[in-house]
Structure formats: structure tokens, C-alpha cells
């Protein structure tokens, strides 16, 4: 009874210290890495290469965060999305005060605790908060940099980008309590800069392991005064940011911009239609006509506030309305005015006519748009609908654009799963963009399959060894004796915790001096390098020939 008491004060104390925090999506990890590679002077198809290997880690089922099975799931998430140590205690029943400083202080339990009958203890499992550019961030990067291996580095700079997008989020849950909210960096642009600055840093370092066939000394963008491979990370980052289409592609708000909220609102006026909440549909027309709704910035919400009001005070002066609003009422203000008009004392009752139309609008778009996280609504549960795959269309659009600009190719990474419910999904005007998105996407970019055996061996050892390890350090604490087991797994690559190496990735000198003695090995050669531009020279000459034959 004491131990499932202690559990459930330690599983309960764990979910409630879980903050909200920010990740990235395909249009970072594919897309915006693929363009930092090539804006650090890598050749396309080598930073299509290595950025492909980042994005991988998503679409992969032995490396995907959203895999809930209860050995290797919460590892995956540790290992390749919230980056952060383990460690292993003994805590005494009564000391509370350790208890909340390791809940508080250090992170959060992975729920594996050991009761010990004999003296009342626990030994008690936890890891520390995930925390920007933490040391264990670099644990795929520098083993893959000692192995020479540069699908261990690509996926590590999908880990290190999450270090900074999953900061103080925690591993066992991920962010199920925050929706899609922390993939959109327009939400987080001061952590996003931090984290290409990172990236740029890391770049510059792996320019030292490419032969000169990987490099492209030619690249120089209309805003720098040399070539970008002479440029240090941070002279990267500044041109970086001031490139504007790059800098808008990151900071801009999707769910304000008016190609997003059209269609958002159309979508929602047709679901108002089949609920019969709107008696005269010729209107939907002219509110979709109304382009100054649109321009103003706004979210769908706010629109819809401003339709609301707008129908308020037609409804109060006799003109024609747009909404059915006895049917609205009875469906949305549950009862509070069910079958009642609001009249000006009824909404004067119910707090005003501001107040009331965002309680309407907030209901009539809930379940289609993404609610703001803020104090008073700190969990948000989105749905994989049209709108968020349209949104998910227009942010990688951009960054398909800014590609095509600096290398004059178009390029698509074949998320199969991200394109069957976008095609399946969208319709009318989304299904316009669609179509014109598939024509410009020439090169359909994926891991091959031999490689994908590769990361199948990897991704499974390294998990693997992780969890053998684990297992280990607490047999130890347990037994009060340590097995020389653990240090043999953790020589292997799956760390429990950062290996003292991965402060190289954060030094240039000490990056430098492990080159000077070949800690770190060169990720590809330059057969490999030509291998690969031949193989981009084939999927072009492919699709021109498809083309012209069509």
C-alpha cells in the first residue's frame, strides 16, 4: 500500500511540473537545415544528404516521439528529442525536501522507481530538465564524428534543434498538453536564433570533416561581402537573419496571414451551414470577398468576433442577419439563452456585446483552429484537419521557395504520411495550392532503402545499449555494488549521460585539437561527395525528361 502510494505521489508531482515548451517541425528539420547547410558553403546535394538523415528521425519508427510503449518509448524521446542525463538515486521516504528538489530542480522521473522494504527507501530514476545546447544535445553528432559516420550527424542535428524547441518540456509525455503549438518558431523567435546559431557553430565544424568535392567556395549570398565557406558561425548567422525571405519565413504568424484565415473561415462558414447555425449562405460569399478582413492581421477568431458583432448589431437595429442565432445559442451558450433573442438587456445581462461575441466566436472556432496556450488555457489538443495541414503547405512552401532561389532547385522530402492527408484532406482553394505545390516539387528527396537498414542497425543499438545500461545502474544501486557492464555499453554510443567529448562540439579550439588527433574522423569522402551530385544530376534530367514526354 506505502509503495503504490509513493508511486502515485511521485507519477502525480512528475505531469504537474511538466511546462510547456517549443519544437520544430519538417520545415526546420528538412528544410530550414538543408538551407543552413548550404547557406554554411555544403554543397546541395550533401546538405540534402545530411538534412534528409535530421528529418528522418520523425518519420522513423524507431526514432519517432510519438511512440507511447512503455521501454523504449519514453528512451526514444530522451534520446532523440529531449536530449537530457540520467541518473539514479536513494531517497528516503521522509526526506521530501530531496524529492521535490529533483521534481523541481533537476527534471522529471521516468516513473521507475524501486521500493525498498527493508529500510523504507526508493531508489528513484530521473532525468534533468531538457535545457538548450546542453552537452548530451551533441551525443549523435560526436558519435557520429568519431565514427566518421554522417547519418549519426545528420540525426544529431535534429537532437540539438530540440534541445532548444523542448526546453523544459518533459520526455515521458512529450507535448501532448500543447498541440502543434510548439513546432510553430514564430511563436519562439528569440530561442529559434539561438538555436541556428548552434547549428552554424556545428557547421563550421563539419566543413573540417568534407573533402573539397562537398564544398561549395562559390557560395556567396547578395548580402555578403565573401564567400559563406570563409565565413565564421557567427558572421553565418548574422547573414543568416538578415536575409529578409529567411528572416519572414521564420517570424511570420501563418494562422494571421490572410491566405490562412480565407481559408479557415470558409471552411468553418460551410460547417456552420451543415449545422444550420447560418441561415443566409449567399452572405458566405461576400464575407470571403471582403479582403480588408483579411489584410488586418488577424487571427480566425478575431474575425469571427467581428462577424458576431457585426450580427449583434443588425440583429439589434432590424436589418438582415447572417446567423441563425436561435440555433447558435441553443448549440453554443448551452442554455444560458437557449430560445431566447438577444435582445440588448439579454446580452447587456450576459456581459456586453464584446464579451458575448468572443465567448461565440471562441466555441465556433475551437474545434477547427489552434487555441493560444496562456494562463487560463494552459492545455491545447489540436486536430490533425485540413487547416493544420494547409498551415503545415505554406510553411514549407516558404522554405521551398528560399531554396529555389539560392540553388534553382525544387525539392520535396517524401513525408508519404504528411502528403497523403494533405491530398486527402484539403479541397477547393487548398486544393489549388496543392496541385501547384506537386508540380513545383521536383526532386522527391527520402532515405534509401539500403540506408535505411543502416539506421534501422543504429537507431536499435543505440536504444539497445541505452536501455542495458539503465538497467545496470539501477541493479547497482540496488545492490549496493557497481557492474563493469555499464561503462562497456556506455563506451558504445548509448550514454546514460553526455559523454565529456561532446564539449568539443561547443569549442571551436578543442574541436580543432580532437581534428589535430583524429578523435574525430572525415563523414564522407570524396567519392561518395561526387556520388552524390551525380545522383541530383539524375532526378533532374529524370523529371525534364518526364516533362517534355508529358
Not at 572525415?522 to 525534364?544: D, T, V, Y
Request: proline fraction near 4%; include cysteine.
Amino acid at each position: 500500500m506505502l509503495k503504490k502510494a509513493v508511486l502515485t505521489l511521485f507519477a502525480t508531482l512528475t505531469l504537474l511540473t511538466g511546462q510547456p515548451a517549443k519544437a520544430y517541425d519538417i520545415d526546420t528539420h528538412f528544410y530550414a537545415t538543408s538551407m543552413m547547410l548550404i547557406w554554411g558553403g555544403i554543397k546541395p546535394d550533401v546538405a540534402f544528404e545530411l538534412a534528409t538523415y535530421a528529418q528522418w528521425i520523425d518519420e522513423s519508427k524507431w526514432s519517432t516521439p510519438m511512440d507511447f510503449e512503455p521501454v523504449f518509448g519514453t528512451r526514444k524521446r530522451r534520446l532523440f528529442h529531449f536530449p537530457s542525463n540520467f541518473y539514479s538515486e536513494k531517497l528516503e521516504l521522509g526526506d521530501m525536501n530531496r524529492i521535490y528538489e529533483i521534481l523541481n530542480v533537476k527534471g522529471e522521473t521516468d516513473l521507475t522507481l524501486n521500493y525498498n522494504d527493508s529500510n523504507h527507501s526508493v531508489n528513484y530514476g530521473w532525468m534533468d530538465g531538457v535545457r538548450p545546447n546542453n552537452p548530451f544535445a551533441y551525443e549523435l553528432i560526436m558519435i557520429g564524428m568519431k565514427r566518421g559516420n554522417k547519418m549519426l550527424v545528420g540525426a544529431g542535428l535534429h537532437v540539438l534543434m530540440d534541445s532548444f524547441g523542448h526546453s523544459d518540456f518533459p520526455a515521458i509525455l512529450g507535448h501532448a498538453s500543447a498541440g502543434h503549438v510548439p513546432d510553430r518558431p514564430y511563436l519562439y523567435v528569440e530561442k529559434y536564433k539561438d538555436m541556428t546559431r548552434s547549428v552554424f557553430k556545428v557547421i563550421t565544424m563539419l566543413r573540417k570533416l568534407l573533402p573539397p568535392e562537398a564544398l561549395n567556395p562559390q557560395f556567396k549570398s547578395a548580402n555578403s561581402t565573401k564567400s559563406h565557406l570563409d565565413m565564421t558561425a557567427d558572421e553565418l548567422v548574422e547573414s543568416f537573419w538578415q536575409n529578409e525571405k529567411i528572416e519572414r519565413a521564420i517570424t511570420r504568424d501563418i494562422l494571421r496571414s490572410p491566405e490562412y484565415t480565407k481559408a479557415a473561415t470558409g471552411l468553418i462558414l460551410d460547417a456552420l451551414v451543415r449545422d444550420g447555425s447560418i441561415r443566409d449562405t449567399q452572405a458566405i460569399k461576400q464575407i470571403l470577398n471582403r479582403n480588408e478582413l483579411f489584410n488586418k492581421g488577424l487571427n480566425t477568431r478575431e474575425i469571427f468576433k467581428i462577424l458576431i458583432l457585426e450580427h449583434l448589431n443588425n440583429s439589434f437595429a432590424k436589418n438582415s442577419e447572417i446567423f441563425n442565432i436561435e440555433r447558435m445559442t441553443k448549440n453554443i451558450l448551452e442554455g444560458v439563452a437557449a430560445g431566447q433573442i438577444l435582445s440588448r438587456k439579454l446580452v447587456a445581462e450576459l456581459g456586453g456585446p464584446d464579451k458575448v461575441a468572443d465567448f461565440v466566436a471562441r466555441e465556433i472556432v475551437r474545434n477547427h483552429v489552434p487555441e493560444p496556450i496562456d494562463k487560463d488555457n494552459p492545455f491545447v489538443f489540436e486536430q490533425e484537419n485540413s487547416l493544420r495541414q494547409f498551415e503545415m503547405m505554406i510553411r514549407i512552401n516558404q522554405w521551398k521557395e528560399i531554396i529555389h532561389e539560392h540553388t534553382g532547385r525544387w525539392v520535396k522530402f517524401d513525408a508519404k504520411k504528411l502528403m497523403e492527408l494533405i491530398k486527402k484532406s484539403i479541397s477547393g482553394g487548398m486544393r489549388t495550392l496543392f496541385d501547384q505545390d506537386m508540380k513545383a516539387a521536383e526532386e522527391i528527396l527520402t532515405v534509401r532503402w539500403g540506408e535505411r537498414v543502416k539506421w534501422w542497425w543504429e537507431m536499435a543499438r543505440y536504444l539497445v545499449y541505452d536501455w542495458l545500461a539503465n538497467t545496470e545502474i539501477r541493479i547497482a544501486k540496488i545492490e549496493g555494488k557497481v557492474l563493469p557492464k555499464v561503462s562497456l555499453y556506455a563506451r558504445d554510443g548509448a550514454h546514460v549521460n553526455a559523454h565529456p567529448d561532446n564539449i568539443a562540439a561547443q569549442s571551436t579550439e578543442i574541436f580543432n585539437q580532437y581534428v589535430g588527433e583524429n578523435k574525430v574522423r572525415p563523414i564522407l569522402s570524396a567519392e561518395l561527395a561526387h556520388k552524390l551530385e551525380l545522383a541530383g544530376q539524375a532526378r533532374r534530367l529524370q523529371l525534364c525528361s518526364k516533362l517534355y514526354l508529358h
